[in-house]
């Protein structure tokens, strides 16, 4: 194993402060458009699918890193919050397919349009602390 370096150190240490100050805001603006951090993570999982199928229960698992039967739990949550339809789908009727509904995509837009403007401010921290990780 090779020896690392103090700026290698530095680097990595400068990255993650900013992917925590991003995640911190993430939270905060979550929370203040009256969601839990995990449920716009999921909104955000489920606006962005890209398939040949919907998205479903097993799809928010994969993309949030979270057992099936927590995805199903969470889902079950945002349902009843108005936040997604789940029905069954018309191939699989045990695969579960999830909507959001007009409230969700309300609040993703926001939310959304505010993330990419504090992406915007943070970038050139973020590509600094990478450039210096590969120099």
Known sequence: MR????????ALAAFRYQLRRFLAFS???AGKAGLPPQQHQ???????????EPPS???LAAQLLIAAHTAAELASRMVEADLLIKTASAQDRRRMTLVLT????SV???LTVAHLEELRVLEPALVLA??????
Do not use: D, F, I
């Open 27 to 29: 939270e905060a603006a």
């Open 57 to 59: 229960v097993g799809t």
């Open 130 to 135: 990478l450039g210096q990780l590969n120099p």
């Open 102 to 105: 007009p409230k969700a995509e």
């Open 42 to 52: 999921a909104l955000l999982a489920l606006a962005g699918h890209v398939g040949p």
């Open 3 to 10: 020896e690392l370096s103090s700026e290698e150190y530095a």
């Open 108 to 110: 993703l837009r926001r």
